[in-house]
């Protein structure tokens, strides 16, 4: 009944600004297959016009695609928003438009936004300025993922910047928050002794990744599918449900 | 310096716990991350900030900061609002930004922690 599943819930494609060229949806699924990896998620900054392409290339492949989206807060916090169908993540994507700011992207600057094809084929440039926070505040988000039936986890808690924690010290008491993400390169017992704020939530570890040598991480899902509702449990630990990181971090080349 | 005088001079609009302001202000601290607050600022300090997250109230709460000066019009949250009354925290807005704020509260003497 139960599968274990590899996991990598944070990975960009070309539709990110700063993400590599070759994060185009065959590269990152034949990679995520050959990291024996189960189920991963597309999380763009502030975008999803590229899931459904990824979600068709990864057809037949084996491995699970969540539709998902990287959001950035009023607070400049970082969150993951995680959902099972693309008609989801679309209709969050609408919401989220109207609450970022009416700038165009300088690709110069930030770097080019790509919506591309199941193949990896330049479909279109999204000229929208997606780096940038939107005018929701954190709780907003939560409260509208949740809504719309998603998950939200908030992205790398220990890094320097676009932190929940470092922005913001702790995590609101009342968040409906599953769990939250560590770096790539982080220790699980290692945060946890710098943060002990962070005492009672669940970790998961994600690639962030903006390249293919990324994607990784390895958290492990004991699930019954790969859905939103059986990421829920495993990550609150309920009905046999679970989730476990990896004890080694694998080396990134 | 008082707090109260500090709302005075800056003309500072008081959002909440109004009956509050009678605080001696033992120095300033500005900063929109939570953290290095909680690492950095002294108790009695005026904190500016244009975070306005409801967390801010919690960290003034349990640094016994005089009060918190939020910036640029930030939007506060009801519920900010609400636990500052609650935790006896001033909340002091302003439309003008971090840096005027900072400046107008030096001329007035207010040092920082270093």
Redesign the interface.
């Known amino acids: 009944m139960f599968q274990y599943l590899w996991a990598d819930l944070h990975i960009h494609t070309v539709l990110s600004p700063c993400a590599e060229v070759e994060m185009i949806p065959p590269l990152i699924i034949r990679r995520a297959r050959d990291l024996g990896l189960g189920l991963i998620a597309v999380t763009d900054h502030n975008s999803a016009e590229n899931v459904a392409a990824v979600i068709e290339a990864a057809e037949g492949s084996g491995v699970a695609v969540l539709p998902g989206m990287e959001i950035q807060s009023r607070?400049?916090v970082h969150l993951l928003t995680l959902f099972d169908t693309v008609e989801q993540v679309l209709a969050w994507q609408a919401e989220v438009y109207a609450h970022l700011p009416d700038l165009k992207n300088d690709a110069d600057y930030f770097g080019a936004q790509f919506v591309v094809d199941a193949t990896g084929e330049y479909v279109r440039t999204n000229e929208r300025l997606l780096s940038v926070s939107t005018d929701l505040?954190?709780?907003e988000v939560v409260t509208r993922v949740r809504a719309l039936g998603g998950l939200v986890i908030p992205a790398h808690v220990d890094r320097p910047s676009f932190s929940l924690?470092?922005?913001?010290?702790?995590v609101?008491p009342d968040l409906d928050i599953p769990a939250v993400e560590i770096f790539r390169f982080s220790r699980e017992e290692e945060v946890r002794q710098r943060f002990p704020q962070l005492r009672g939530y669940t970790f998961i570890r994600s690639g962030d990744a903006h390249r293919l040598s990324e994607i990784g991480a390895r958290t492990m899902f004991k699930v019954a599918a790969p859905t939103v509702r059986e990421l829920d449990l495993a990550l609150r630990g309920e009905q046999g449900r679970r989730v476990e990181i990896a004890k080694t971090i694998a080396s990134f080349k | 310096m008082k707090l109260r005088e500090i709302v005075d001079a800056l003309d500072l609009q008081v959002a909440a716990a109004a009956d509050d302001l009678e605080r001696e202000v033992s120095g300033g601290y500005a900063s929109?991350?939570?953290?290095c607050?909680?690492a950095r600022a002294q108790a009695g300090n005026v904190w500016v900030t244009l975070?306005s997250?409801?967390?801010i109230v919690?960290?003034a709460s349990l640094l016994n900061l005089a009060g918190i000066v939020v910036t640029e019009g930030s939007p506060l949250?009801p519920?900010t609002i609400a636990k500052a009354n609650e935790e006896h925290i001033p909340i002091l807005t302003t439309p003008r930004t971090t840096f005027t704020v900072v400046s107008q509260l030096a001329a007035l003497g207010i040092r920082g922690v270093d």
């Open positions: 607070e400049e505040s954190l709780e924690i470092v922005n913001l010290g702790f609101p | 929109d991350l939570l953290s607050v909680m975070q997250h409801p967390n919690a960290v949250d519920n």
